[in-house]
């Protein structure tokens, strides 16, 4: 399996297949806290070989700086027709209502079937705050 797309967006859609995405970022710059972001999605396209199985499950773990869970998305299943050689499965997890209430990092972390494969960040900063 090859994870092809991991990442955080303002949103995003799946229209027969076609992915569709919409303003992906890694780092959230509010002004004060805590700070409540009313919605964004979370979306992941993985690539699996037909010796694979047609039948798995994807989700999204935070992980904070310390690499404790704090969060999930919950899994999605993922059926694929394998009369494609090579098929994509891919998840989208509308996040809504998310509070943060400091500065922080956060790994989210894809499982397929369990297992993880493939992570990407997300900063939260303060406006003015240096890097």
């Known amino acids: 399996m090859q994870v092809e797309i991991l990442t955080l967006c303002d949103a995003a859609t799946d229209c027969h297949g076609k992915l569709n995405l919409l303003g992906t970022f890694d780092v959230l710059n509010f002004s004060s806290f805590p700070w409540e972001i009313l919605s964004f999605a979370i979306v992941a396209r993985v690539r699996f070989d037909a010796d694979e199985g047609n039948r798995h499950e994807m989700e999204v773990v935070w992980l904070d700086a310390d690499g404790e869970e704090v969060d999930s ?28 209430f400091g ?4 790994s989210l972390q894809l499982r397929v079937d369990g297992v993880p494969i493939a992570d990407t960040p997300l900063m939260i900063r303060q406006r003015g705050e240096e890097v």
């Open 103 to 106: 500065p922080t990092e956060f």
């Open 73 to 100: 998305t919950g899994s999605r299943e993922i059926l694929l027709d394998h009369s494609i050689r090579r098929e994509c499965g891919q998840a989208i997890w509308h996040q809504v209502g998310k509070t943060f």
